[in-house]
């Protein structure tokens, strides 16, 4: 199955290191028959996309936890597609929430997204009102609308540590 992990800078460097991941809690993000029940229309790879950006929004939560534990985070919201095995199916979370039962290993990795230099000032400040927009705030949602409108860069999983010299 193919899943959307959220991720960071530093789980980014880990997984070249280690050459696997653990994904925080083994949550991950997926094209679930409960996703699919829930919209009325749309193919495939519009349902990916919206896991996708499900798995967008939970990289802000996890760079809301750097800020919050003074780690400097890099504010660029990430996401590892990866194609795995063992996947439980986790409706009473979410729509798309699965849980993984083990690390991805590197050779899994399907492709990796990023958020240009671009969106790192919305980014930023969509991490300091997630929270508050997951509470239903409009102004907290305006906020991260800003930030859900840039795109993800994508790049392969050969490309990744490049990427992270980059940074």
Same mark, same amino acid.
């Given at each position: 199955m193919r899943v959307y992990v959220p991720a960071t800078m530093p789980m980014l460097r880990e997984l070249v290191a280690d050459r696997e991941l653990r994904a925080i809690n083994d949550t991950a993000f997926a094209v679930t028959p409960a996703l699919r029940e829930a919209y009325a229309s749309g193919d495939d790879e519009e349902l990916a996309e919206v896991a996708m950006q499900e798995a967008a929004r939970a990289s802000l939560r996890l760079l809301a936890e750097d800020q919050a534990a003074d780690n400097k985070p890099i504010y660029r919201r990430a996401v590892i597609a990866a194609d795995v095995d063992g996947v439980t199916l986790r409706p009473d979370l979410d729509d798309a929430v699965v849980r #993984?039962?083990?690390? @991805?290993?590197? $050779?899994? @990795?399907?492709?990796?997204?990023?958020? #240009?230099? =671009?969106? =790192?000032? $919305?980014?930023?400040?969509?991490?300091?009102? @997630?929270?508050?927009?997951?509470?239903? &705030?409009? &102004?907290? =949602?305006?906020? #991260?609308g800003d930030a859900e409108d840039h795109q993800l860069a994508w790049y392969a999983a050969q490309e990744l540590p490049f990427l992270l010299e980059l940074l």
């Open positions: #993984l039962s083990a690390a @991805i290993p590197y $050779d899994r @990795i399907a492709s990796i997204h990023v958020d #240009l230099a =671009e969106a =790192e000032a $919305d980014v930023a400040k969509a991490a300091d009102v @997630i929270d508050a927009a997951d509470m239903g &705030d409009p &102004d907290a =949602e305006f906020v #991260l």
